[in-house]
């Protein structure tokens, strides 16, 4: 009975230890495809800061994703120009404009670019004991290369923090150091603005679950953006009712379509919505010691309110995952308790 049981335990470790891996390969990063180094017209590939030239019939390892962003998102920093005849070639893709050496900007891999996603906004670059913030104003293409468009130049790895020599300069690396340095990066979620609240007009704002109305002349914090998301990301759990009538106003944002109390649906704060890129996705939240899935069905809007559009709400924070009751059941919050809770939530 001993050797048998031996046994089993073994087995049973080689299957957790089977779906372990296979979970962690289906959160990897893969490759999208591979292509042909051609050979580039003289005088076409501008060799600046010692950039690589590509070369004839080389295959070169394409990636439309890039790793998981966290708060201390590990890359590689290498060198780059974004000024006029500099080795970045073309002017910028978030702003079409150069920019000056001495600016600290930065181009980001595909996957992290993020279809513009990150576009103008500020990231803290962390390395040789220092840190920098700088813009991100450029795509550091991992899905192309080897062409005009990208100066002959192969693609770039999927883990690029490619910056300017102001970035360099402030990390304190020695000039004879610059082009290649492992460093971390995260995000900068700032206020994109404020709007003025208006007084809404007679029954107009529906306060179902102790919901907010906007004040006459109360100065709100917008935001485009929310923190960067990680495997717990840190978040308000608010309560919202999906039911037509409810106090989530309209029909759900991501299917047009109102949702029962009864069925565990969120809407996420604006930076977390991403453009809609989580819509009808799951995720795991975890709070009061239990967890649940749910999936998103809408946006918490970060940007606007108080208008008749936003039920005369004030805008959401930034860190809101908006949830409905099926959610606080299956976390089991007592009843009284439900409408604001500390949770954490990653991607399902």
């Known amino acids: 009975m001993k050797v048998s049981n031996s046994i089993a335990s ?18 990897q990063c893969r490759p999208s495809g591979r292509i042909m180094g051609k050979k580039p017209p003289p005088g076409e590939c501008n060799k600046e800061n010692d950039s690589d030239c590509c070369v004839q019939g080389k295959a070169y390892t394409t990636y439309k994703c890039s790793p998981a962003v966290s708060r201390h998102t590990k890359a590689e920093l290498t060198l780059n120009s974004f000024e006029k005849g500099g080795d970045g070639g073309g002017p910028s893709e978030c702003d079409n404009q150069y920019h000056s050496d001495d600016t600290p900007v930065v181009a980001l891999s ?22 920098v913030v700088a813009m991100v104003v450029d795509e550091c293409d991992s899905t192309m290369g080897c062409d005009e468009d990208h100066d002959y130049q192969p ?14 300069k402030a990390l304190g690396v020695p000039h004879n150091q610059w082009g290649g340095l492992e460093i971390t990066w995260s995000e900068q979620c ?14 107009e704002c529906n306060k179902e679950n102790d919901s907010d109305c906007c004040v006459q002349g109360k100065a709100y914090t917008t ?53 809609r890129s989580r819509c009808l996705h799951n995720i795991t939240i ?33 860190n809101i995952v908006d949830a409905s009751k099926a959610v606080w059941k299956a976390l089991g ?14 991607d399902a």
């Open 10 to 27: 073994f087995v049973l470790l080689l299957i957790l230890i089977s779906k372990n891996c296979l979970c962690s390969e289906a959160q």
């Open 110 to 131: 595909t996957g992290w670019f993020n279809d513009r996603s990150r576009c103008l906004h500020n990231i803290t670059i962390s390395g040789n004991g220092k840190s």
């Open 155 to 168: 693609p770039c790895s999927n883990n690029i923090v490619d910056a300017s020599k102001a970035v360099w």
């Open 190 to 203: 700032r206020p994109s603005g404020r709007i003025m609240g208006k007084k809404p007009p007679p029954g």
């Open 223 to 275: 935001y485009k953006c929310s923190p960067a998301v990680s495997r717990h990301t840190k978040a308000e759990l608010t309560l919202n009712s999906f039911e037509k009538g409810g106090d989530g106003g309209g029909p759900s944002e991501c299917d047009n379509q109102y949702h029962s109390d009864d069925t565990p649906v969120v809407a996420l704060s604006t930076g977390w919505f991403n453009d």
């Open 286 to 318: 975890s709070g009061n010691g239990k967890s649940v899935v749910a999936m998103v069905v809408d946006e918490c809007d970060s940007t606007m309110g108080c208008d008749e559009d936003h039920d005369y709400q004030p805008p959401c924070s930034n």
């Open 333 to 346: 919050v007592p009843h009284n308790q439900w409408g604001g809770l500390e949770i954490t939530w990653s």
